[in-house]
């Protein structure tokens, strides 16, 4: 009798296993995952104009580049770059620069930088004159280097950067005279600018000597030391 009772028991269960299958959802039908979609990275932009390495450019024209602003003359050569705030930045330098160089049509010339590459100056005909060699690596270089030093000081500032061109004649490509206005303070110094009238030749002691000095004691006043 016990027996009997344990295989109804079992068909019964049985019974209601298979109504339980016969209710159940068909399988859901397996997920396919999609990769997660890198979106394309955004073009670049170069807040730069682009114009040829020519000897001239348009006469009388503007041109910007990372905030500064550029001007030829009535000859299409550049003459004055300005900019606010200056701040550090790695070197642009490309083939324009050397090329430049040449265009004094003599040697002894380098390819110089109206705002120095390493102040967000450009590769461009517009920010590169012929400069006269000793003065791209020496008194102009170092003023470039001592606005820097300014950089690095609590609260250093390069407030402007001014530089004007003369030429001595309607032809040439090679300036005669850099003029300098660069204004820099420090956090517990006044501000400070540095106006310079350097010639674009070969400088004797002497000159060399007083733009050093004029230089220094405008860097010392301002903190950048």
Same mark, same amino acid.
């Given at each position: ?84 705030? /200056? ?36 590769? $461009?005909?517009?920010? /590169? ?11 102009? $270089? ?28 309607? *032809? ?7 003029? *300098? ?14 106006? /310079? ?6 400088? *004797?002691?002497? $000159? ?5 000095? $004029?230089?220094?004691?405008? /860097? *010392? ?5």
């Amino acid at each position: 009798m016990a027996r009997t009772r344990s295989s109804a028991a079992l068909a019964t269960a049985a019974a209601a296993l298979t109504a339980v299958i016969a209710a159940a959802p068909a399988s859901a039908a397996p997920v396919h995952t999609v990769p997660h979609q890198i979106p394309p990275a955004a073009a670049v932009t170069r807040d730069i104009d682009d114009v040829p390495c020519d000897r001239h450019l348009a006469a009388g024209a503007t041109f910007h580049a990372n905030g500064a602003t550029y001007t030829t003359d009535a000859h299409g050569r550049p003459v004055s770059a300005a900019a606010d705030n /200056l701040t550090a930045s790695v070197a642009d330098r490309g083939p324009c620069q050397r090329k430049v160089g040449h265009m004094a049509d003599a040697p002894g010339y380098d390819g110089g930088h109206l705002i120095a590459a390493t102040l967000h100056g450009v590769d $461009e005909r517009y920010d /590169l004159v012929p400069q006269w060699a000793s003065v791209n690596r020496g008194i102009y $270089e170092k003023m470039e280097a001592g606005s820097k030093r300014c950089l690095k000081a609590p609260g250093g500032r390069i407030t402007h950067y001014r530089i004007h061109l003369t030429y001595p004649d309607t *032809t040439t490509l090679v300036p005669d005279l850099y003029n *300098t206005d660069v204004a820099v303070d420090t956090a517990d110094h006044p501000e400070q600018t540095i106006r /310079l009238t350097i010639p674009n030749r070969a400088l *004797t002691a002497n $000159e060399y000597g007083k733009l050093r000095g $004029e230089l220094e004691r405008r /860097l *010392t006043a301002a903190g950048c030391d």
